[in-house]
């Protein structure tokens, strides 16, 4: 984590941006002329807050220890090394954490789906052609074009540039054995599957932004998405 100061903004920034401010805080000089911005560096929890909220986008974060975030062990009652990718991604222990912000997510998309006259269907359940039983996050669908999509948004630690595409395809491979049974219950012609990667700490990926700007969806959709995954 980089700071490059830029006068006294951060003063308004630390007070109206972070509520913890135990990682910036401006101490006293010693001559007392005036204070100084200090960084305890053993505080922060590489959350990405700052970096994200920084309002002239001075703070350079990057992810400490070869990639993968510091290690902590025991931390909410998890027995493994609760790396940030662990807690993340993984942890038993966060489990309903990030069920709870995928479902938010969820809605958030549907609700914008929905204001640009989609008619949309929340957590359907679907068969498949290939035998099994499918829940779909979101079906939107267009009644007089007779167009619809599946969209599954996906809440995952972010570890490599082509991960979008990735979970991109995995999706597809799920959902479109089941384009057919959403064909025939709702009269549709075209049914489009789209996976949505959105990383855990809050990282937009350009599919992402291709898939909001293809449906002309708020930009504050993204904001606000952003918000939902890197609140505690």
Not at 20 to 31: A, G, H, M, Q, R
Not at 114 to 138: M, Q
Not at 140 to 168: L, W
Request: aromatic content about 8%.
């Amino acid at each position: 984590m980089f700071l490059i100061m830029s006068g006294e903004e951060y003063h308004a920034f630390l007070d109206s941006r972070l509520d913890d401010k135990s990682v910036y805080e401006f101490v006293p000089l010693e001559d007392g002329s005036g204070q100084r911005l200090q960084i305890n560096a053993q505080n922060c929890i590489h959350c990405k807050t700052c970096d994200i909220k920084d309002p002239s986008q001075n703070i350079n974060w990057v992810v400490p220890e070869g990639g993968g975030g510091p290690a902590y062990n025991g931390i909410h009652g998890c027995p493994e090394i609760e790396t940030l990718a662990h807690v993340l991604g993984f942890c038993e222990q966060r489990l309903l954490l990030r069920n709870s912000k995928h479902h938010l997510v969820r809605s958030k998309i549907a609700a914008a789906l929905k204001n640009k006259g989609w008619i949309v269907e929340e957590g359907i359940s679907c068969l498949a052609e290939n035998g099994p039983t499918r829940r779909v996050d979101i079906l939107a669908y267009n009644a007089d074009t007779k167009q619809g999509i599946i969209v599954d948004p996906m809440i995952r630690f972010e570890v490599e540039c082509h991960q979008s595409a990735e979970v991109h395809l995995e999706k597809k491979s799920i959902y479109e054995p089941t384009v057919n049974y959403f064909k025939l219950k709702y009269a549709l012609i075209h049914v489009e599957v789209f996976g949505l990667l959105i990383g855990a700490r809050g990282t937009i990926p350009a599919f992402f932004e291709e898939f909001r700007r293809q449906f002309a969806l708020p930009t504050s959709l993204r904001d606000d998405i952003v918000i939902i995954v890197i609140g505690l």
